[in-house]
């Protein structure tokens, strides 16, 4: 008779969960690899990058089929364009042939396929003889800095790492974005950032947020709402130009071509919240005077340091005049958009850009006068910050008081200065 086997399933534990070790470690290792390298952009996430390039031109059909013949038999080949493919740290380039072969067009469009695929943002085209190279910045939003960096060197207000305001060199601004997006936050960041190194008038005709900054000491009189304050505001931006003007023009060491900063001018900003909305409410009167104001001001102030920052929710051209909008070189939006929206605040010619929305606070785009909108994060402000006790700590803001100095000049004199600078408005305040 057979005796029956028992097994010792307890003594088999050991060996059993040693061979399962030895067999899914390394799978676990290898998976645990691949993922890390995904979430840090590294080898597996490149290699993924280029399958998805081999699988576009496959799927779009951007290849051409070679027979190739044998004495058995003849078999297809599929031969490629030339597509490079270089990933650094920040920035994908890929370049592809517009060599006016057969693709030649559908290359020079597929700067947005590649925003979308990747979810990066197109930034720059490189053209050489026969080849375009696309660069898409990756991970922009590691470029974000804090209000506390927010600050202005040179000239410049710093927005963004590699993205900063030259106010002499791109003068004036456009803000865009709807609500909530993060355009007054945007707008305090940049007051509390020009306000250390210039005159900042502020215009709330919505009274909302803006104007809670005429509590303060420091923005005694630079604070205006209601049509006929916010009108005398811009008509005083327009004599404190030419004015400037007339200053310039008297000093000694004046050189022509020179700007203010040359002279040691602080610069001036005049902000002007919910344009389109505040514009829309005006009679046509009120309209063409404030018109003529901004107009001066955004062809003629630049050498004199005026400058213009106008924040509206959508930038319809029937609320800028023509050319006031053309002529606000920098340009932000904020927030959700509509495409038109984009379109209304960086040109149309941006069609082939992807604007993607993303449910973020503070997030958009801006074109920093390069003619390419890039993926924007305006300086994030800490949950706790208040912008009123921050601001309370400034003391003064910088201004010219150059009235004194032009009571003592000549009409002739004056005069000369208007000429030299071609402007029109003889009168000063
Ligand atoms: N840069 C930022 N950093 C941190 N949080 C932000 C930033 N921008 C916006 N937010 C958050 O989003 C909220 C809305 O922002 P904000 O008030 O600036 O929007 P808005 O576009 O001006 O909207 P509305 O037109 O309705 O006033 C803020 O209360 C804040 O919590």
């Not at 028992?6 to 399962?20: Q, R, T």
């Not at 067999?23 to 690899?33: A, D, S, T």
């Not at 005429?214 to 404190?240: D, M, P, Q, R």
């Not at 069609?351 to 006068?369: L, P, Q, V």
Request: overall charge positive; some cysteine; glycine content about 8%.
């Amino acid at each position: 008779m057979q005796q029956r086997q028992i097994i010792d399933w307890i003594a088999l534990l050991v060996p059993i969960g040693g061979l399962f070790l030895i067999l899914f470690l390394p799978l676990l290792v290898l998976v645990m690899i691949r993922r890390v390298s995904f979430l840090k952009g590294g080898f597996f996430y490149r290699v993924y990058q280029r399958q998805m390039l081999a699988r576009l031109l496959k799927s779009n059909g951007l290849y051409e089929k070679k027979e190739r013949k044998s004495k058995e038999q003849a078999t297809e080949k599929m031969v490629f364009p030339k597509v490079y493919y270089r990933n650094t740290k920040e920035i994908l380039y890929l370049t592809v042939p517009t060599d006016g072969m057969k693709w030649h067009d559908r290359f020079q469009k597929i700067a947005k396929t590649f925003e979308e695929m990747y979810i990066a943002d197109f930034i720059e085209e490189q053209k050489e003889m026969g080849f375009t190279t696309y660069l898409l910045m990756i991970d922009v939003i590691s470029k974000r800095i804090g209000i506390e960096d927010c600050i202005v060197t040179n000239g410049q207000v710093k927005l963004m790492d590699g993205v900063v305001w030259d106010y002499a060199e791109v003068p004036h601004m456009l803000v865009t974005g709807g609500t909530g997006g993060g355009k007054s936050y945007f707008l305090l960041t940049l007051i509390h950032a020009l306000i250390q190194v210039g005159t900042v008038d502020v215009c709330d005709p919505k009274e909302a947020d803006l104007k809670d900054l005429e509590s303060l000491h420091l923005f005694k009189n630079h604070v205006f709402y209601g049509t006929k304050w916010i009108t005398k505001c811009l008509k005083n931006a327009v004599e404190e130009m030419n004015r400037r003007y007339v200053y310039m023009k008297a000093l000694p060491n004046y050189t022509t071509g020179k700007n203010f900063a040359y002279y040691g001018i602080p610069p001036y900003f005049i902000i002007v919240d919910e344009w389109a909305a505040f514009f829309g409410t005006l009679t046509y009167k009120e309209q063409d005077e404030i018109l003529r104001y901004v107009k001066e001001l955004v062809l003629k102030a630049r050498q004199a340091g005026v400058f213009l920052i106008l924040a509206t929710q959508r930038p319809d051209a029937d609320n800028f005049g023509g050319g006031v909008r053309d002529n606000l070189l920098f340009r932000v939006s904020l927030g959700k958009l509509s495409e038109q929206g984009y379109y209304m605040t960086f040109g149309s010619d941006q069609k082939g850009k992807a604007f993607i929305n993303k449910r973020m606070k503070g997030r958009g785009y801006c074109d920093s006068g390069s003619g390419v909108p890039r993926e924007f994060y305006a300086p994030l402000v800490p949950k706790k910050y208040d912008f009123l006790a921050e601001l309370r700590q400034i003391g003064t803001m910088q201004t010219l008081n150059i009235k004194e100095l032009l009571q003592e000049m000549t009409t002739e004199e004056i005069n000369e200065a208007h000429s030299a600078f071609g402007l029109s408005q003889k009168k000063l305040g």
